[in-house]
């Protein structure tokens, strides 16, 4: 007899402007951290990308340095689709999580500002761009992007999101 069971994916999808420093970025940690899990899809996007543009050169550097390979990305705008489709999307900033649930206001339970699992306290809020900054400030990104990934997944974990 066939098994006609169909295994529930978990889609994950980071979200910064361009999508070409933060979120793919994230989106490597992410697919690194989850390999073995078949079940978890990761992707990226950009509130305001430019359709194939590649990672920043730095961006691919700060990810290399850690053992991700992220030459291969390409940017990809944000839509409606996209959105409705992921069951967790992590934002890199407050405006984007605002500028996602503007769009497909049915997803507001699912969309989280990544610097909200910071260890850091205070009124540091979003993750900042390093767009156009020193290979040292992507460094520090990743860092940052890298810490709040792994203290979101504790707490989705107890939340069982993942």
Not at 9 to 30: F, Q
Request: proline share 4%; glycine share 6%.
């Amino acid at each position: 007899m066939q098994d006609l069971s169909i295994e529930k994916k978990t889609k994950i999808l980071t979200v910064c402007t361009g999508n070409i420093c933060r979120s793919p970025m994230a989106e490597g940690i992410l697919r690194m951290i989850f390999q073995a899990h078949p079940s978890i899809v990761v992707s990226s996007a950009g509130t305001h990308a430019l359709e194939g543009n590649p990672a920043t050169e730095f961006s691919v550097l700060a990810s290399m340095e850690k053992g991700i390979d992220i030459t291969g990305h390409r940017a990809r705008p944000l839509d409606g689709a996209l959105i409705r489709s992921s069951s967790i999307i992590l934002c890199m900033e407050p405006a984007h999580v605002e500028w996602l649930i503007s769009l497909e206001s049915s997803v507001y339970e699912r969309v989280y500002n990544l610097a909200d699992f910071s260890e850091t306290t205070g009124s540091k809020r979003k993750i900042a761009d390093p767009y156009g900054c020193s290979l040292r400030e992507y460094r520090l990104c990743f860092a940052e992007i890298n810490k709040c990934i792994h203290n979101f997944i504790v707490v989705g974990r107890e939340k069982n999101l993942l």
